[in-house]
């Protein structure tokens, strides 16, 4: 009896989800949970690291904090490979740990230890995370009589829901970002935040960024040049070239500013030009990048560039169809962030962190390495 009972937890190790949870190793996050325990007692009955691992297995396992515990009393064998070789928490246990102990703010900062902890494994094996910035948004369905202001009625998805905002590396579709928006909020208006926690976290250069045509939006452009990365967007159908972003157009609006300091005569550098007019009329500098862009929307370069946004739908998909991301059961945009965040650590946890840490290199979003 003790060989089979050996020979199931190895199985549960090789093939489940709690198999997985138990092998990957997150002692690295150890310091950041340890900073929302104001006392050492507090987390020697359940260790912090077994109570991160039951919310990612209650999350995949699409379960709420009554229906896991009910479900790990009946598999106690699954509840020790998560570290509760004795007892169990209560729900009640659970909820207090993931909405007051951690909240949105804890999870944040898990989800970014563990985005770096990522960026380091990649990059022992010469991958760059991110060096491309793929954007988009997706919708999170609100719950029944959610009267949040960011919940309104989306008349192309129609769906009452809030939108959630999302940044993966353009070559592995790895996440590194995420964020809450209204209903009806423009994306287009969410990239310089996005952008700059992205190149805060990261410490690394972002040469392009790569979005629908929501986000291809002068303001956008000139951010991009501000800033020295690539803007690769989509187009509106009826999209014609801007007669105020040429060249000529921005010459002759140039040559108005003759008494700026900066003014120098023509003949004259047109990147002497575009630095100028950023700083007094910076929408048309905005306009002639999206200019540039319009005339290389038809090139191989730019369609290769573009079609990565693909990239963004696989993860959307991995989390609705996954884990069951799509519909929030909480009412509220504190509720709905803390959703949003849980579910990206689980999946960077399940899927390129435990592949990396097991040698993998190559498909990292997959999630068919374990029976869920």
Request: net charge positive.
């Amino acid at each position: 009896m003790v060989g089979l009972s050996q020979n199931k937890t190895s199985l549960l190790q090789v093939f489940s989800l709690a198999g997985l949870l138990a092998l990957v190793s997150l002692d690295f996050l150890r310091p950041v949970l340890l900073l929302h325990y104001a006392e050492a007692w507090r987390w020697k009955k359940f260790d912090c690291i077994a109570m991160l691992k039951l919310t990612v297995f209650r999350i995949i396992k699409r379960k709420n904090r009554c229906a896991v515990i009910r479900y790990l009393r009946l598999f106690p064998e699954q509840a020790a490979l998560l570290g509760f070789e004795k007892v169990l928490p209560s729900p009640k246990s659970v909820w207090h740990w993931e909405k007051i102990r951690l909240g949105t703010a804890g999870f944040r900062q898990l989800f970014d230890s563990t985005v770096w902890n990522i960026k380091i494994l990649l990059k022992s094996i010469g991958v760059v995370l991110a060096r491309i910035l793929c954007v988009d948004s997706t919708p999170l369905v609100a719950c029944r009589n959610d009267n949040d202001p960011f919940v309104a009625f989306h008349p192309h998805y129609k769906k009452y829901m809030y939108k959630t905002d999302t940044a993966t590396c353009g070559k592995t579709g790895i996440p590194v970002d995420y964020g809450l928006n209204a209903s009806t909020g423009y994306d287009g208006h969410q990239l310089p935040a996005v952008f700059e926690r992205v190149t805060n976290l990261l410490k690394e250069i972002i040469e392009i960024v790569v979005g629908d045509c929501h986000y291809n939006t002068f303001d956008n452009q000139l951010f991009a040049y501000q800033k020295g990365f690539r803007l690769v967007g989509g187009f509106e159908e009826n999209h014609e070239l801007d007669e105020k972003g040429t060249t000529k157009y921005l010459l002759e609006e140039y040559k108005k500013y003759w008494q700026d300091g900066e003014y120098i005569p023509p003949p004259i550098n047109f990147v002497h030009v575009l630095r100028v007019l950023a700083r007094l009329e910076p929408e048309l500098v905005g306009r002639y990048f999206k200019n540039q862009a319009f005339l290389a929307k038809e090139t191989s370069e730019y369609k290769k560039i573009k079609g990565r946004r693909s990239l963004e739908e696989s993860l959307h998909s991995a989390l609705k169809d996954h884990q069951g991301f799509e519909k929030l059961r909480e009412k509220g945009a504190k509720n709905a962030e803390l959703h949003i965040a849980m579910h990206h650590l689980a999946l960077l946890i399940t899927s390129p962190l435990s592949l990396l840490q097991q040698g993998e290199t190559k498909n990292l979003m997959r999630y068919t390495h374990y029976e869920p």
